[in-house]
């Protein structure tokens, strides 16, 4: 990931907003302290986007299905266990 000082990225601002348009991320330091990214608008929110760079999420841009199958959850209804805890908080 290239790293620029501010004064450079004024002098040179088309070059580094051509390379985000690439899909580079640029930081940008301030006295040698990073204070900005400069990186591509994409359609992908920022968050979903990190867990796809790491490989943790696999997206291919559709709307998420239901899961195969349905969850199992061993105890009693979730409402009954928000009641309880809510009273506790309340003791």
Do not use: C, F
């Not at 330091?29 to 867990?51: F, H, M, N, S, Y």
């Amino acid at each position: 990931m290239p790293t620029v000082g501010v004064r450079e990225l004024k002098a040179h601002l088309s070059q580094y907003i051509r390379l985000a348009k690439q899909g580079e991320r640029i930081v940008i330091t301030e006295r040698g302290q990073e204070v900005a990214e400069l990186q591509r608008i994409t359609p992908i929110p920022p968050g979903i986007k990190d867990l796809m760079d790491r490989g943790i999420v696999r997206w291919s841009g559709g709307k998420p299905g239901a899961p195969s199958k349905p969850m199992k959850i061993r105890g009693g209804p979730i409402s009954d266990t928000v009641v309880e805890l809510r009273n506790e908080s309340l003791r």
